[in-house]
């Protein structure tokens, strides 16, 4: 799956397009790597948002093509530094 695409579903990010230029912009990092919206999610990736004030490290656990509210936290795990 995609990252703009990941960041979506388990609404870490709300809309799609912010996660596209959030990428484009450098703000998402995948194992301490700059990533483009195109790349595709493994499990065990960890990923790092850094939005403004908001820093946040998650690991990937798991991938679906839809998750709803409830379920969308079970796809990821917060990784603390």
């Given at each position: 799956?995609?990252?703009?695409?990941?960041?979506?579903?388990?609404?870490l990010?709300?809309?799609?397009?912010?996660a596209?230029?959030?990428?484009?912009?450098?703000?998402?990092?995948?194992?301490?790597?700059?990533?483009?919206?195109?790349y595709?999610?493994?499990?065990?990736?960890?990923?790092?948002?850094?939005?403004?004030?908001?820093?946040?490290?998650?690991?990937?656990?798991?991938?679906?093509?839809y998750?709803n509210?409830?379920?969308?936290?079970?796809?990821?795990?917060?990784?603390?530094?």
């Amino acid at each position: 799956m995609r990252l703009d695409k990941y960041l979506k579903v388990t609404r870490l990010i709300k809309r799609r397009t912010i996660a596209n230029e959030a990428c484009d912009a450098g703000k998402i990092l995948i194992n301490d790597v700059e990533a483009k919206a195109s790349y595709q999610v493994k499990v065990g990736d960890k990923i790092q948002i850094n939005m403004g004030t908001r820093n946040l490290k998650v690991e990937v656990k798991s991938i679906s093509e839809y998750a709803n509210k409830e379920t969308a936290s079970d796809l990821y795990i917060v990784v603390e530094d």
